[in-house]
C-alpha cells in the first residue's frame, strides 16, 4: 500500500487551481458548451446551466475536495476510508473509476481531431474558401480510422508522459504553464471576435433567454454537462483534493475553479457566435460546429490561417490538461488500491484507454460487424454513445452518491470539521449543506425521471 507521503502534494495552492480548473475547463468548454448551448436555443439554456452550476454543481464540488482532502485517497479507497471497506458506497468509487476510462477514451479522440486541425491550419489547408471545402475536410478525417487512431494514440501518449512525471512535476508544473497560455490565447481570439460585425447578434444569443427551443432533452443536459464541465461525478475533484494538505482552503479554491470554468465557457461562446454570425453560418450545426463551421470563416478572414492555427491549439491545450486529469484517476485507484508504481499504474491504464478509445477512433467507418459503426446503437455513433452514458448518465449518478454520502452519511461533527479547516469561508457551510441535502438530490432525480419519461 502506498503511504499519504510518497502519493505527492499539490506544490503550492495556485498550482493546485491551476491543475483543477486545467481538468474543469476542456473539450467541454470550447468544443461541446457552444454547440449544446447552440442547438437548445441559446440564452435560456445557458442560464439554466449557469443555475445548475451555482446551485448543483458547486455543492458536489467542494463535497469532492472536501473527501479528497479529509481521506488522502482517490474515489475507491476514500470511501472505503470514510466507511466501511465493503460497503455499497465504494461502488460510487468504482463507478468513478469506470466513467474515467469511458470519458478518456473517446476525449482523446476528439482532442485527436483538434490535433489534426492545428496540422492542417499549418499546412495553409483553411487559407482558401470553397463551398463545401471544410466539411468534406472533416468527412475525410472522420472516415479515416489510421488518422484518427494515429492521433488518439499521440495525444495519449503525451498525457501519459506528462501524468507519469507525478502530481507535482508533471500535472502541476504543465498545468502553470499550459492555463496561461491557453488562456492567452482565448483572449487573442476574443479581441478578433470583438471586431466582427456579428458579436452583437452573438451577445444576444448567448445571453437572451427565449423559452422557444428549450425541451426536456435540453435541461437533462444542461445539468449533465455542468458535471462534465466541471468534472464532478467521477472523483477527479476527490483525487485533486487527496494531494491538498488540510490546511489548505478547499472552499474559495472551488469558488475560483467553478468561476474560471463558467469564464472560459461563456468567453468560448462569445468567440465562436460571432464568428458563426458573421459568416452566415447557423449556431446549432452540432458537433461540428468548430470542426466544420469555424474553419469556413477561417478561410474566409484575413489572418484566418494564423488564427486557426492559435485557436486548434488552445483547443488540444485544454483537452490535455482534462485529460491529465482523467488519467490520474485512473491510475491513483491502482497506487492507493493496488500499490502499483505511478509509471506501471499510469503505463497500464493508459494503454487500456488507447484501446478502449479505438471504436471512437473508428467510429467513421462503416463496414465494421457488418453495419455502419456510426450507427452502432440507437443511432449514435460509438463516441456519443459513451459521451452519452458519461455525461448524462454516469457523471450525474455518481455525483448523486457523492452528495447523499456526504450530507447525510458522514456525521456533522466530522462534516463540519472538514468544511471549516483551513478556509475563511466556514460560514458557507449552513447554505451548503442544504444545497447538497435538498436541492442536489432532488435536482439530479428529478432529471432522470424526466430522462426515462416518468415525471
Ligand atoms: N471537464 C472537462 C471538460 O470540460 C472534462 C473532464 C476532465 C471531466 N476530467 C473530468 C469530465 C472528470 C468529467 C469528470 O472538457
Redesign the pocket.
Known amino acids: 500500500m502506498a503511504t499519504p507521503q510518497d502519493r505527492g502534494h499539490w506544490g503550492s495552492r495556485l498550482g493546485f487551481i491551476l491543475a483543477a480548473a486545467g481538468?474543469?475547463?476542456?473539450?467541454?468548454?470550447i468544443w461541446k458548451f457552444p454547440y449544446i448551448a447552440g442547438e437548445n436555443g441559446g440564452g435560456i439554456f445557458v442560464f439554466i446551466y449557469l443555475t445548475c452550476i451555482a446551485l448543483v454543481g458547486l455543492p458536489i464540488m467542494i463535497a469532492e475536495i472536501l473527501i479528497g482532502r479529509s481521506t488522502q485517497k482517490s474515489p475507491v479507497g476514500a470511501f472505503k476510508t470514510l466507511y466501511k471497506p465493503d460497503s455499497p458506497w465504494v461502488g460510487v468509487g468504482w463507478l468513478g473509476v469506470a466513467?474515467?476510462f469511458v470519458?478518456l477514451s473517446f476525449?482523446s479522440v476528439v482532442a485527436g481531431w483538434s490535433m489534426h486541425y492545428v496540422y492542417l491550419s499549418l499546412k495553409g489547408v483553411f487559407t482558401v474558401y470553397e463551398p463545401g471545402g471544410t466539411e468534406a475536410v472533416f468527412g475525410q478525417l472522420f472516415a479515416n480510422p489510421k488518422v484518427n487512431i494515429f492521433w488518439h494514440v499521440l495525444f495519449m501518449g503525451v498525457a501519459i508522459s506528462v501524468v507519469i512525471a507525478g502530481v507535482h512535476k508533471g500535472v502541476e508544473r504543465w498545468s502553470e504553464i499550459l492555463m496561461p497560455v491557453m488562456l492567452g490565447m482565448l483572449l487573442v481570439m476574443f479581441g478578433s471576435a470583438l471586431t466582427m460585425s456579428g458579436f452583437q447578434e452573438a451577445v444576444q444569443f448567448v445571453f437572451s433567454p427565449s423559452t422557444e427551443n428549450l425541451t426536456r432533452a435540453g435541461v437533462l443536459e444542461a445539468l449533465g454537462h455542468s458535471?462534465?464541465?466541471?468534472?464532478?461525478?467521477?472523483g477527479?475533484m476527490i483525487t485533486y483534493g487527496s494531494y491538498l494538505r488540510s490546511k489548505d482552503d478547499a472552499i474559495k479554491s472551488s469558488f475560483l475553479i467553478a468561476l474560471f470554468d463558467t469564464g472560459v465557457a461563456l468567453l468560448a461562446c462569445l468567440v465562436l457566435f460571432p464568428i458563426t454570425f458573421t459568416y452566415g453560418m447557423e449556431p446549432s450545426a452540432g458537433p461540428g460546429l468548430v470542426f466544420v463551421n469555424l474553419p469556413i470563416a477561417f478561410s474566409k478572414m484575413p489572418g484566418g490561417s494564423m488564427l486557426a492555427t492559435i485557436f486548434f491549439a488552445l483547443l488540444s491545450f485544454a483537452a490535455l490538461t482534462?485529460a491529465m486529469?482523467?488519467l490520474e484517476v485512473a491510475t491513483a485507484y491502482f497506487i492507493d488500491e493496488r500499490g502499483w508504481r505511478r509509471s506501471k499504474a499510469v503505463l497500464v491504464t493508459g494503454s487500456i484507454i488507447i484501446l478502449l478509445g479505438l471504436p471512437s477512433a473508428m467510429s467513421g467507418t462503416t463496414g465494421f460487424f457488418g453495419t455502419g459503426m456510426s450507427e452502432s446503437f440507437i443511432g449514435m455513433s460509438w463516441f456519443e454513445l459513451f459521451d452519452y452514458l458519461a455525461s448524462n448518465w454516469m457523471?450525474p449518478l455518481g455525483g448523486l452518491g457523492i452528495a447523499i454520502f456526504m450530507a447525510w452519511r458522514v456525521g456533522e461533527k466530522a462534516r463540519v470539521a472538514a468544511f471549516t479547516a483551513g478556509t475563511t469561508w466556514g460560514r458557507l457551510y449552513f447554505g451548503w449543506i442544504h444545497l447538497l441535502r435538498y436541492l442536489v438530490p432532488i435536482a439530479v432525480l428529478a432529471v432522470f425521471l424526466h430522462a426515462i419519461g416518468v415525471l
Open positions: 481538468s474543469a475547463i476542456g473539450l467541454g468548454n466513467s474515467a470519458i476525449y458535471f462534465f464541465t466541471l468534472s464532478l461525478g467521477m477527479a482534462s486529469s482523467l457523471l
